[in-house]
């Protein structure tokens, strides 16, 4: 079974702070995804990464980076967390998909970490 | 940006009715992936279809695609208590999938 696990379920964090948000994934997936889920909102894309080193924003990168330095994990950082980040945090991968071009199928998603600035 | 869009926001069904749910969206796709999320979970894959696909099924669901009208939908048959949850669209182009903001089904025993 593909697994992907994120680092915490649930973190409570204070304005200022710098958060990592860690995700392992164990099926040796090129691409990973960080999305944040809101109410309202649905899911929305951070940043990616189809490569080791490499990153690609997404819709809302502002206030976020990320880091994967290694094929399985994928980092994601607040530098200094707001309350407008209280979010649920979803990690994902996949294969390069096999539509052509640049393609993903089918993404693996981690639980999520519900994440908390107050 | 938002590219998919479910339609209705929620559905609320007897145990072994249908429901079926749609996705609108606006660009030229690769393909779009349908998910299932229960409630404070990650979101779960349930079935792709290409954009020269226009049918396809997988056990209980049903998916179609016009590409004309840029639209899906998701039919769930015989449906049971443990199919509540909120389904999500995805529309996938360029390396990046798009979600819409879901459709919340309740199915009542």
């Known amino acids: 079974d593909v697994k992907v696990t994120q680092s915490s379920r649930y973190l409570v964090k204070r304005t200022g702070e710098k958060v990592f948000l860690e995700c392992v994934q164990d099926m040796d997936h090129e691409n990973m995804f960080w999305y944040r889920q809101d109410p309202g909102l649905g899911l929305r894309l951070i940043y990616f990464s189809y490569d080791v080193k490499m990153k690609e924003k997404g819709d809302i990168p502002e206030g976020y980076s990320v880091s994967r330095e290694k094929k399985e994990r994928f980092s994601l950082i607040l530098e200094s967390a707001s309350t407008n980040q209280t979010s649920m945090y979803l990690c994902a991968s996949s294969y390069p998909g096999t539509s052509g071009g640049r393609g993903i199928d089918e993404q693996y998603f981690g639980p999520g970490t519900r994440l908390t600035v107050t | ?109």
């Not at chain 2, 609320?12 to 609108?24: D, K, L, P, R």
Request: glycine share 6%; charged share 20%; aromatic share 6%.
């Open chain 2, 1 to 109: 940006s938002q590219q998919g869009e479910e339609d209705p926001q929620a559905l609320s069904i007897q145990e072994g009715e249908n429901a079926t749910m749609n996705c609108s969206y606006k660009t030229s796709i690769n393909n779009l992936q349908w998910y299932r999320q229960n409630s404070g979970r990650g979101l779960v894959h349930l079935i792709l279809i290409r954009s020269n696909e226009r049918e396809k099924h997988s056990g209980r669901l049903r998916v179609t695609l016009d590409t004309s009208k840029k639209s899906s939908s998701l039919l769930i048959t015989a449906s049971r208590a443990a199919d509540t949850a909120s389904y999500f669209c995805a529309t996938q182009r360029n390396y990046q999938l798009t979600f819409g903001k879901g459709t919340k089904l309740s199915v009542i025993p």
